[in-house]
């Protein structure tokens, strides 16, 4: 229900970002002090508001702030919201100015303009509907996050009009609006708040908040376990398990199966919200029996992210440009995962991750014949006529049913929460050098964890069986912890017979380990110079 008062005295400013009514001032108006007619009762998540002789009642949350506020309908909008309405027929702006002798004026009337039918929005990052004065968070790209109010959607595409917490109202992309509290690749916690946080709004038990809160001292043999997970790039235990039963890692590992210790980074980076319904199993399979070699069919999808993420450079000036996505493709015969880094989402990007992708099939001695995508990027034009091009076939989703899509959805899930893990335990552990900006590392590391290290029964892996080749052994003694500190031997002394640096100077220098080469052998590493911020094998 809808109260609406005239409250003498009390003044609306516009341009003040703050216009707070008090409640002894409105128990004055009411003339209710006497009985405590108007008050406010708080809580810890929830106030009770109370008015007009104890008449009217209501409940409200607190917001963001803990602070119990309840916005009203005040102000001149709803005046100017009328104005716009009628100026549509009604014409009375003033073309002269004022002058001293009386002029007439006259009244234009316009004709009713035609209907015009607005096209339904959707979010494709957020899986609730969004309506007007909705509370979200909003991303500026530079590693900022702030709550604003939803004031709805232009006339330009994906842009949608939000108003900040001191009044303004800006114009973002719908890629930066997420709902409070929204898991993400780059909500990072990285202090103990924003730790409380997350247990606060349920998405850690609260029994595994307790072990962690209470930690116990390992033994040697957990440990070991833990250093293993740690430099595997967080795998999971089962799979570690998996690994040292076939001889890849140390056997005694397995004596940690009925007592594995607790990762924090992952209790936090893979935490999410139960489901409390399922669907039912769908007919038919994406996967189709026709689809015996690798390249017969994969799956194609992007991931966006509103931080901006690293762009590596070997030399030169760095850059002002960064990644804002990438292109995610899964084949459907050896699960083998390729992910592109994109600067942009644009038509020309997305063609290029997927010519990217078919010279990795054809290095592999396949080609690619089959896409299932999602609609939108997928379903241009210029997209289609290079399936056409290459004599490859491709279907779609329906609106809105990405789980016809499922096998890169999954897979789009898994290296996310992966890559949060793997950047929430480098920010806690080194937080004056790791940032959410390393977010392209982490998912690069974490394409190569799938396909090096998710061992079979059979004891093969996705990159085995898309090469074609026996794993019999998989380097496990070249991986080491993402992110952590690596020390370089200062390059006056790596030369035989040089001087070397002055006696009593560092002979090495910190440099962060970032992964892999993709261009070198297999053990060789890419690591960051903190000084010149360039990247080097």
Same mark, same amino acid.
């Given at each position: 229900?809808?109260?609406?008062?005239?409250?003498?005295?009390?003044?609306y400013d516009? $341009?003040?970002?703050?216009?707070?009514?008090?409640i002894?001032?409105?128990?004055?108006?009411?003339n209710?002090?006497?009985?405590?007619?108007?008050?406010i009762?708080?809580?810890?998540?929830?106030?009770?508001?109370?008015?007009?002789?104890?008449?009217?009642e209501?409940?409200?949350?607190?917001?963001?702030?803990c602070?119990?506020?309840?916005?009203?309908?005040? %102000?001149?909008s709803?005046?100017k919201?009328?104005?716009?309405r009628?100026s549509?027929?009604?014409n009375?702006h003033?073309?002269?100015?004022f002058?001293?002798?009386?002029k007439?004026?006259?009244?234009?009337?316009?004709?009713?303009?035609?209907?015009?039918k607005?096209?339904?929005r959707?979010?494709?990052n957020?899986?609730v509907?969004? +309506?007007?004065?909705m $509370?979200?968070?909003?991303?500026?790209?530079e590693?900022?996050?702030?709550?604003v109010?939803y004031e709805?959607p232009?006339?330009r595409?994906n #842009?949608?009009?939000?108003k900040?917490?001191?009044?303004?109202?800006?114009t973002?992309?719908?890629?930066?609006?997420?709902k409070?509290?929204?898991?993400?690749?780059t909500?990072?916690?990285?202090?103990p708040?924003?730790y409380q946080? $997350?247990?606060?709004?349920?998405?850690?038990?609260a029994?595994?908040?307790?072990?962690?809160a209470?930690?116990?001292?390992?033994?040697?043999?957990?440990?070991?376990?833990?250093?293993?997970?740690?430099?595997?790039?967080?795998?999971q235990?089962?799979?570690?398990?998996m690994?040292?039963s076939?001889g890849f890692?140390?056997k005694?590992?397995?004596? +940690?199966?009925?007592?594995?210790?607790?990762?924090?980074?992952?209790?936090?980076?893979?935490?999410?919200?139960?489901?409390?319904r399922?669907?039912?199993?769908?007919?038919?399979?994406?996967r189709k029996?026709?689809?015996?070699?690798?390249?017969?069919?994969?799956?194609i999808?992007q991931?966006?992210?509103?931080q901006?993420?690293?762009?590596?450079?070997m030399?030169?000036?760095?850059?002002?440009?960064?990644?804002f996505?990438?292109?995610?493709?899964?084949d459907?015969?050896?699960?083998?995962?390729y992910?592109h880094?994109m600067?942009?989402?644009s038509l020309?990007?997305?063609i290029?991750s997927?010519?990217?992708?078919?010279k990795i099939?054809?290095?592999?001695g396949?080609?690619?014949?089959?896409?299932?995508?999602d609609?939108?990027?997928?379903?241009d034009?210029g997209?289609?006529?290079d +399936?056409?091009?290459?004599d490859q076939?491709?279907?779609?989703? %329906?609106?809105g049913?990405?789980h016809?899509?499922?096998?890169?959805?999954?897979k789009?899930?898994?290296?996310t929460?992966?890559?949060?893990?793997?950047?929430l335990?480098?920010?806690?552990?080194?937080?004056?050098?790791?940032?959410?900006?390393?977010?392209?590392?982490?998912?690069?590391?974490?394409?190569?964890?799938?396909?090096?290290?998710h061992?079979?029964?059979?004891?093969?892996?996705p $990159?085995?069986r898309?090469y074609g080749? +026996?794993?019999?052994?998989?380097?496990?003694g070249?991986?080491?912890?993402?992110f952590?500190?690596?020390y370089?031997l200062?390059?006056?002394a790596q030369?035989?017979?040089? #001087?070397?640096?002055?006696?009593?100077?560092?002979?090495?220098?910190?440099?962060v380990?970032?992964?892999?080469?993709?261009f070198h052998?297999?053990?060789?590493a890419?690591?960051l110079n903190?000084?010149?911020?360039?990247?080097s094998p």
């Open positions: 229900d809808q109260h609406q008062y005239d409250i003498a005295g009390a003044l516009p $341009e003040s970002p703050f216009n707070l009514l008090g002894p001032f409105l128990s004055k108006h009411f209710d002090a006497k009985n405590n007619g108007t008050r009762t708080s809580g810890a998540y929830q106030s009770t508001f109370v008015w007009d002789h104890g008449e009217n209501r409940t409200f949350q607190h917001g963001v702030d602070l119990p506020t309840l916005q009203v309908n005040v %102000g001149n709803y005046y919201a009328f104005c716009t009628l549509k027929f009604y009375d003033i073309k002269f100015g002058r001293a002798e009386t007439s004026l006259s009244v234009q009337f316009k004709d009713p303009p035609a209907p015009v607005l096209k339904k959707k979010f494709s957020i899986d509907d969004i +309506c007007k004065g $509370e979200l968070s909003y991303k500026d790209g590693g900022n996050c702030a709550p109010v709805g232009t006339n595409g #842009m949608h009009e939000v900040q917490a001191d009044g303004t109202t800006i973002v992309d719908e890629s930066q609006l997420l409070l509290h929204q898991p993400d690749l909500n990072v916690p990285t202090t708040l924003d946080k $997350e247990i606060l709004h349920g998405y850690l038990p029994e595994d908040a307790i072990n962690l209470r930690p116990r001292t390992l033994s040697p043999i957990q440990q070991s376990l833990m250093d293993w997970h740690h430099r595997l790039y967080h795998l235990f089962r799979r570690i398990f690994l040292a076939k890692l140390p005694e590992l397995l004596k +940690c199966k009925d007592n594995v210790p607790k990762c924090v980074a992952c209790e936090f980076g893979t935490a999410h919200r139960r489901p409390w399922f669907k039912g199993k769908q007919s038919g399979s994406i029996e026709k689809q015996v070699k690798p390249g017969d069919g994969q799956s999808d991931i966006v992210s509103a901006p993420g690293l762009i590596p450079q030399s030169g000036f760095l850059t002002s440009e960064r990644y996505g990438a292109t995610t493709i899964v459907h015969v050896t699960d083998y995962v992910v880094l600067r942009n989402l020309e990007e997305t290029k997927k010519r990217a992708w078919e099939l054809h290095d592999a396949h080609t690619a014949k089959h896409y299932q995508a609609n939108g990027r997928f379903a034009k997209f289609q006529d +399936c056409d091009a290459h076939t491709i279907s779609y989703c %329906g609106v049913a990405h016809q899509n499922g096998i890169v959805e999954s789009n899930k898994v290296l929460q992966g890559a949060r893990t793997m950047l335990h480098g920010i806690r552990m080194w937080p004056e050098m790791i940032t959410a900006m390393f977010w392209p590392f982490a998912l690069k590391a974490m394409a190569e964890r799938m396909n090096r290290l061992v079979h029964l059979d004891g093969s892996t $990159e085995s898309f080749i +026996c794993g019999e052994s998989i380097p496990v070249s991986y080491h912890t993402l952590c500190p690596v370089v200062d390059a006056r030369n035989e017979g040089a #001087m070397g640096p002055p006696k009593w100077e560092p002979r090495a220098r910190i440099g380990y970032l992964g892999h080469s993709p052998a297999g053990s060789v890419l690591v903190p000084t010149t911020g360039l990247v």
